[in-house]
């Protein structure tokens, strides 16, 4: 019956007819309900069980679980930090240390039914708009180019809204698909053609045409101005400042409110507040406390000083005892400690499963792994590139993390704290892991020889952490890094290419 219903469509749009020209919009429905309508013409006559199709399903089946908690984390986010109750948020909070915890909030009172409409509420309209306006904008060009639409875009187009974050207007969602249709692929001639990752090029463009909107404080609901109301509310019943006071902040922008003014004895000293010995240089955090309680007349314990004497201290002078903090980058610190120590809310288990504020499909390593070991089970995943890519950021981080504690007096104490942070928390934060499994190993903008690609996510891996410590401008490396190694992967292949060829005429390698 569908398949009758379809051949009548198509036959509206026959060669010599009036839609002829339009045809390429009929046929990609047909091609996505059956297969791609294509008789080989010229030899080699090859079958295979794998077309473009079943390969780009088997991506988005591998997005599934990135997909199930984007609507999932982003229902529960909306739900509890527009509330405008604090007592809600502390249960949440308080729930989110543990899975028992956790799923007792989320499952109580029915709450998991709001949970799934406000995430379906948030997700899917720009899911939707993404496979429109991108599917127009392909349809569009097919026809002028009189050719198929490719299948492509089917992940393309889900690719693109998991990482965007809730609160994007609807009108930026369609402007920047179309922009990463038409001029991150089709200007380049099309499927196949293109040199950058179009879901990434249509970040990219929004991220730095309306920077306003994709940085900051956006991550949470749908409507950011509501959700700043609803934390001003919430502080102000529970009466805290801005130090003891709910945000909305991500754990990347944390870290990178660190400036290099922000060393890590300051850090150190605040996570010594909550964690007690187990914070590095505590002994050196201790001597100055001793020397500082004497000065101000302190009686208290480090672990027992109120926030505002904690706050003193930090920003005291040196001569005092004091760590001689600038009192504008307190607040700062505050934020790094968080992140760096995973200290409330970033905890390794939150950051590891996905509650935590961020772009909506992005916040989940354990979904990411999901789909990575789906993708190199059917071998569709490069796992070379993902291997690569995770040796090259874990190694960076690791030397930035070794010198930031080693170098310099005191241990590394007096050196910036953003420098320390843990390596493997890396790869829990931000889109690290989504874009290692998703991003980075694209097969048209990647590089296709093995080798080339052991390199290839190297070099990635590496810009990633670099610009994610050493540019303040930038929070996330990601989605730079990967298109860096975009434009550099048809001249990583060329090499490897060229290698393998010498080889082969010194008969090192058999052709």
């Keep these: 019956m569908l398949r009758r219903f379809l051949n009548f469509q ?11 020209r339009f045809r390429p919009f009929v046929s990609a429905l047909d ?39 984007a609507i999932w984390n982003t229902g529960l986010q909306k739900l509890v930090y527009t509330s405008g109750s604090p007592e809600l948020m502390s249960q949440y909070l308080d729930a989110s240390h543990s899975f028992k915890g956790y799923f007792d ?30 599917g127009i904008c392909e349809g569009l060009i ?27 207007p609807y009108w930026m969602v369609a402007l920047g698909v179309a922009f990463g249709v038409v001029v991150g692929k089709e200007l380049f001639g099309g499927t196949g ?50 130090i003891d006071g709910f945000t909305q902040a991500t754990a990347l922008q944390g870290l990178n409110q660190a400036t290099n003014e922000v060393k890590q004895i300051h850090i150190d000293a605040i996570a010594a507040h ?18 500082w309680s004497s000065a101000a007349g302190e009686s208290a314990s480090l672990s027992e000083i109120s926030s505002e004497s904690l706050r003193a201290f930090v920003t005291g002078p040196l001569e005092d005892g004091g760590l001689g903090l600038l009192p504008g980058n307190y607040t700062s610190a505050y934020s790094a400690t968080e992140s760096i120590y995973g200290l409330g809310r970033f905890t390794d288990g939150n950051l590891f499963w996905g509650n935590v504020p961020g772009s909506m499909g992005e916040t989940s390593t354990v979904a990411c792994i999901l789909g990575a070991l789906l993708l190199i089970y059917t071998g569709i995943g490069a796992w070379r590139t993902m291997v690569a890519y995770g040796l090259g950021a874990f190694l960076m981080a690791s030397i930035f993390e070794f010198f930031a504690t080693h170098l310099g007096g005191d241990g590394g104490a007096w050196n910036p704290a953003r420098f320390a942070m843990p390596a493997y928390r890396q790869f829990f934060m931000g889109s690290l892991a989504f874009g290692l499994v998703f991003m980075a190993t694209e097969p048209v903008s990647s590089p296709g020889m093995r080798g080339a690609k052991w390199i290839y996510g190297a070099l990635i891996g590496v810009v990633t952490i670099m610009i994610r410590l050493v540019n303040p401008a930038f929070p996330e490396g990601v989605m730079l890094a990967i298109l860096f190694g975009n434009v550099f992967a048809p001249l990583i292949d060329y090499y490897v290419v060229r290698n393998y060829r010498r080889r082969a005429v010194r008969g090192r390698i058999q052709v």
């Design 10 to 20: 198509l036959s509206f749009f026959e060669k010599g007819k009036p839609l002829h």
């Design 31 to 69: 091609a996505f309900c059956y297969e791609a309508p294509l008789n080989t013409r010229t030899a080699p006559f090859i079958r295979d069980a794998i077309d473009v199709k079943r390969w780009m399903v088997i991506v988005v089946i591998a997005l599934l679980p990135a997909i199930v908690m």
């Design 274 to 291: 909550s964690i007690g010995n187990r914070a590095s240089n505590f002994a050196l955090v201790e001597n100055h406390f001793e020397k």
């Design 193 to 242: 053609m293109n040199i950058l990752n179009p879901a990434l090029t249509a970040r990219a463009f929004l991220f730095f045409a309306f920077p306003g909107t994709m940085t900051g404080d956006i991550w949470v609901g749908t409507n950011p101005t509501r959700v700043a109301m609803s934390l001003q509310e919430m502080n102000s019943k529970a009466g805290l400042n801005e």
């Design 105 to 134: 909030f989320t499952f109580s009172e029915g709450r998991y039914l709001t949970i799934l409409k406000l995430g379906a509420l948030a997700f899917l309209p720009i899911m939707l708009i993404s496979y429109g306006v991108g």
């Design 142 to 168: 097919a026809s002028v180019r009189g050719h198929e639409i490719a299948e492509g875009f089917l992940v393309t187009g889900i690719l693109y809204p998991l990482a965007l974050p809730a609160t994007i």
